[in-house]
Nanobody, 116 residues
């Protein structure tokens, strides 16, 4: 079992930045691929970025060059640095952990609102 707790969401103006954090507990953090997903109002949940413990990352096209996923394996924490935020980035952002055994865990989500 893995417990995930996100933090760092909030209200930001267009062009601003936020950093989301996701603290994991309960199992071997390094064994999991960590990811961020989001769900905007009226839309399905979509992938934002993923990162393995070995440093391999993957990004959705709509965030490339603006968002950066990173992880601190010593702190069991994954981050999402979001720059140049746009109103269309408004969504609930969810942290995810999954492994090769198809274990899959989600955090409770954190709201990000981009508005002037």
């Amino acid at each position: 079992q893995v417990q995930l707790v996100e933090s760092g969401g909030g209200l930001v103006q267009p062009g601003g930045s936020l950093r989301l954090s996701c603290a994991a507990s309960g199992s071997d953090f390094r064994a999991y691929t960590m990811g961020w997903y989001r769900r905007a109002p009226g839309k399905q949940r979509e992938l934002v970025a993923t990162g393995t413990s070995g440093g391999k990352t993957n990004y959705a096209n709509f965030v490339k060059g603006r968002f950066t996923i990173s992880r601190d394996n010593a702190k069991n924490t994954v981050y999402l640095q979001m720059n140049s935020l746009k109103p269309e980035d408004t969504a609930v952002y969810y942290c995810n952990a999954n492994n090769v055994y198809l274990d899959n865990y989600w955090g409770q989500g954190t709201q990000v609102t981009v508005s002037s």
